[in-house]
């Protein structure tokens, strides 16, 4: 059974960093989409930033470029995103997620993968003064 667990969550001063890591076991491939969303109450889970493990391409949301990174390590089949210059608006709970087979924009940018993909339980992320 498909699991992934999410950690690094944390509260943060604005301009601060956190690192976010998601680590996926019992996907039926190595081949698969894994990346990051966020959702504040009462609005839809965005899709903020994935990567592949066929090809290492990426997406980023505009919200993000510039300063967020995603990076995965295959040996810990682990997910990471760094997180620089942290904003207010940035305050959400994060959910990694991956799908097997899947682009990087089928994951993060088109919500009908979303229903089929494999998701985290989430980590809260608290950018304030």
């Known amino acids: 059974q498909a699991q992934l667990v999410e950690s690094g969550g944390g509260s943060v001063q604005p301009g601060g960093s956190l690192r976010l890591s998601c680590t996926a076991s019992?996907?039926?491939?190595?081949?698969?989409?894994i990346g990051w969303f966020r959702q504040v109450s009462g609005k839809e889970r965005e899709g903020i930033s994935c990567i592949s493990t066929r090809d290492n391409s990426t997406y980023f949301d505009d919200s993000v470029k510039g300063r967020f990174t995603i990076s995965r390590d295959a040996a810990k089949n682990t997910a990471y995103l760094q997180m620089n210059s942290l904003k207010p608006e940035d305050t959400a709970v994060y959910f990694c997620?991956?799908?097997?087979?899947?682009?990087?924009?089928?994951?993060?940018?088109?919500?009908?993968?979303?229903?089929?993909?494999?998701w985290g339980k989430g980590t809260l992320v608290t950018v304030s003064s």
């Open positions: 997620a991956a799908r097997t087979f899947t682009t990087v924009g089928g994951l993060c940018v088109y919500p009908r993968y979303r229903t089929s993909a494999h």
């Open positions: 019992g996907l039926d491939s190595d081949n698969y989409a």
